[in-house]
């Protein structure tokens, strides 16, 4: 049974530092790997898809890093700023038929001024 | 274009109850799936369907059932609510994206609450 852990589970930051954000996975045989951001109370927004061949996928400030045989993935956000604050989630998509994804638990994050 | 929609937005229901919750896809978007996330915890699936048929299942008890319609929007049925239902049931739709597999995309959810 996959699980999906997320370090650390809360961070706060001040505006303008980078920082980077930690998923591991226990199982390997995943066919990609997405990170997501939530807003209190609301939806999830997709900000990267990795494919489970990929190293890294890049949008913007962000970066996400994949290493499928150590079972672990990272999100980098650089200059960061107070909009970013939010809760991050990692999920990993497995190579059923369904694709199902299995998330962690989160990361929440909040950038102060 | 209009992202994923979920209705209703809130529900507040009793012990016991029945509930249905919809979600219509992205326009153009075949696959729908769901997911409970419980206050404080990553989502969890629930069910996956592709062109009307359920093509995975996660792990919930009978009470919970689903189905797609012709027009690719989902409904999520939950029968004899227990206070552990209450959850943020969200709605996903999927693309396929080649070699990179399926991109979900979620809708805003429902808040169920159950008293």
């Known amino acids: 049974k996959q699980e999906v852990t997320q370090i650390p589970a809360a961070l706060s930051v001040p505006e303008g530092e980078n920082l980077v954000l930690n998923c591991s996975f226990t199982?390997?045989?995943?066919?990609?790997l997405q990170w997501f951001r939530q807003d209190p109370g609301k939806g999830l927004t997709s900000l990267l898809l990795?494919?489970?061949?990929?190293r890294e996928q890049t949008s913007g400030r962000l970066n996400a890093s994949l290493d499928k045989s150590s079972g672990r993935s990272t999100l980098y956000i650089a200059a960061s700023q107070p909009g970013d604050s939010a809760t991050y989630l990692c999920?990993?998509?497995?190579?059923?038929?369904?694709?199902?994804?299995?998330f962690g638990t989160g990361t929440r994050l909040q950038v102060t001024l | 274009d209009a992202g994923v929609t979920q209705s209703p937005t809130h529900l507040i229901k009793t012990r016991g109850q029945h509930v249905t919750l919809r979600c219509s896809p992205i326009?153009?978007?075949?696959?729908v799936s769901w997911y409970q996330q419980v206050l404080g915890q990553g989502p969890q699936f629930i069910f996956q369907?592709?062109?009307?048929?359920?093509?995975g299942r996660g792990n919930f008890p009978d009470r919970f059932s689903a189905r797609q319609f012709p027009n690719y929007s989902s409904e999520l049925n939950v029968n004899a609510l227990l206070l552990g239902d209450s959850a943020l049931y969200l709605c996903?739709?999927?693309?396929?994206?080649?070699?990179?597999?399926?991109?979900?995309?979620f809708g805003p959810g429902t808040r169920l609450t159950v008293t």
């Open positions: 996903a739709s999927r693309l396929y994206r080649g070699l990179a597999g399926w991109e979900q995309y």
């Open positions: 199982d390997s045989a995943i066919y990609n």
């Open positions: 990795i494919q489970s061949s990929q």
């Open positions: 999920a990993v998509g497995d190579t059923g038929t369904a694709s199902k994804l299995t």
């Open positions: 326009s153009g978007h075949k696959s």
């Open positions: 369907y592709y062109e009307k048929e359920e093509r």
